[in-house]
């Protein structure tokens, strides 16, 4: 039974979850020669639902890690160049330098995250699988450790001075501390579909593309095994999604995006259709007394900017950076969770809002087709455009108030005979930009609310 363990450990950190966040964390710690147990229900090689673009950022943090070569070897190919497609008009990029890396990896999640388990197990962190966390231990209101029950069914209970929530959006971590609520959250407008497919088209292999036609959106991204990643993304269905659904959807998505199907033709499809509706950007709270929430326990955003491998593993690194020199001393250490927990709040909250911009399940608006038109000559507001993405250039380097100017004076041109879909975007997008302000400036100013705290 859960409340008589047959065995009490006890190490430095305990990390719930082995996958990106969980063994960034993990490895960091252990090569800071703390002693970090992971649990993880799965057994590993492991799949998880996830589309798995890794844009240059996120495999500059797998170099860091240390789990490069062993993602490279996989065999998937690099993407050396951005393409992105849109009411008649292309943008093509290549993809910015991050530490010397310029290109794109499209991971499937079984390898990836096999690598990642493999990568924290060779730092020194031990990695227990098939083991899944039953309740957290309290002492007062600090979360002193967790018990749990492993592939003999025994229960163990093991204590340390931090337990790391980095097991997915549905955290047993986040529910038991308080936390599964977020505190800021936005619902998209898109659902996601995606399915493999056996690619023969040998000219693309080495790009990330993306198309939009009318409010459907649509992505082929090159993968390891001789696969494509094909996903769509439709406007949101608010009806239950029954059994056969999800393949129907994504191919009537693939019917509507002709420019797709063209890139699919001569391909096999290699699996089933899988599906994520009914998505919501958030933010939790995601530090208190002995406890983190890295990756997306603690924050989450649609999957139509590919963010989130890269927050897993750059916040886990920094979160175990943070904590190892002050593991033994509780007060600094929860100062520290605290000012990691912001650190995270600040810098995200402009590529979230960025994110809930193109989740929005509409057609393109007259400034975005605006957008598109002025960056297919215009090789610097290209280049922002991608960087955006690869996290080396900032939403707000796109707004800025000249290139706006620009881009409106454009867009009321080419709607000279009728400029009110183009005053009624103008009008949108102000209120859209003053709702954000408002949100950055309050839920999202860097000190999260404090929820409340389980001490069961």
């Known amino acids: 039974m859960a409340g008589f363990p047959a065995a009490v450990e006890q190490a430095d950190v305990v990390v719930v979850g082995a996958r990106c966040a969980g063994s960034a964390t993990a490895a960091t710690l252990a090569r800071a020669g703390r002693r970090v147990i992971v649990l993880d229900s799965a057994r590993f090689p492991s799949d998880t639902l996830s589309t798995h673009l890794l844009w240059p950022a996120t495999v500059a943090e797998l170099s860091r890690l240390g789990a490069l070569d062993a993602v490279s070897a996989l065999g998937a190919p690099a993407l050396t160049h951005a393409f992105a497609a849109g009411s008649g008009y292309t943008i093509a990029t290549p993809f910015p330098e991050v530490d010397g890396i310029g290109y794109t990896l499209c991971v499937r999640r079984t390898g990836l995250d096999h690598a990642l388990v493999r990568t924290a197990t060779r730092a020194g962190a031990e990695v227990r699988q098939h083991c899944r966390v039953t309740e957290l231990v309290w002492d007062g209101v600090r979360c002193a450790g967790v018990r749990y029950t492993g592939p003999d069914e025994r229960t163990v209970e093991l204590r340390a001075a931090l337990v790391v929530g980095a097991d997915g959006r549905r955290s047993t971590v986040a529910r038991q501390v308080g936390a599964e609520t977020p505190y800021e959250a936005e619902a998209s407008g898109r659902d996601c579909y995606f399915a493999y497919w056996r690619d023969s088209a040998a000219e693309w292999r080495s790009t990330a593309a993306q198309w939009r036609v009318g409010a459907d959106l649509g992505t082929a991204f090159p993968c390891d095994d001789g696969l494509v990643l094909c996903l769509v993304q439709p406007p949101a269905d608010t009806g239950k999604l029954r059994p056969g659904d999800a393949g129907r959807r994504y191919a009537a998505a693939l019917d509507r995006i002709p420019p797709l199907r063209e890139r699919l033709r001569g391909c096999e499809q290699a699996g089933r259709v899988r599906a994520a509706t009914r998505i919501a950007s958030y933010f939790r709270r995601s530090s208190g007394p002995g406890w983190a929430l890295p990756g997306d326990s603690g924050h989450f955003k649609d999957p139509v900017t590919a963010q989130g491998i890269r927050d897993a593993l750059h916040y886990g690194r920094l979160l175990a950076e943070a904590v190892a020199p002050v593991l033994d001393d ?38 975005e087709v605006e957008l598109y038109r002025a960056a297919t000559t215009d090789p610097e507001l290209a280049a922002v455009t991608t960087g955006i993405f690869s996290r080396t250039r900032r939403p707000a380097e796109l707004y800025t ?11 009321l041109w080419r709607h000279r005979h009728d400029p009110r879909p183009v005053l009624g975007d103008i009008a949108h997008e102000l209120a859209v930009a003053a709702r954000e302000f408002r949100t950055s400036c309050t839920t999202l100013r860097g000190t999260p609310p404090v929820t409340g705290t389980s001490t069961a």
């Open 401 to 411: 108030p000249a290139r706006m100017a620009r881009l409106t004076a454009g867009a």
């Open 330 to 367: 509780p007060a600094r250490l929860d100062r520290a969770v605290a000012a990691w927990e912001r650190r995270r709040v600040r810098e995200c909250r402009e590529i979230y809002h960025w994110t809930n911009r193109l989740a929005r399940g509409t057609a393109m608006s007259p400034l």
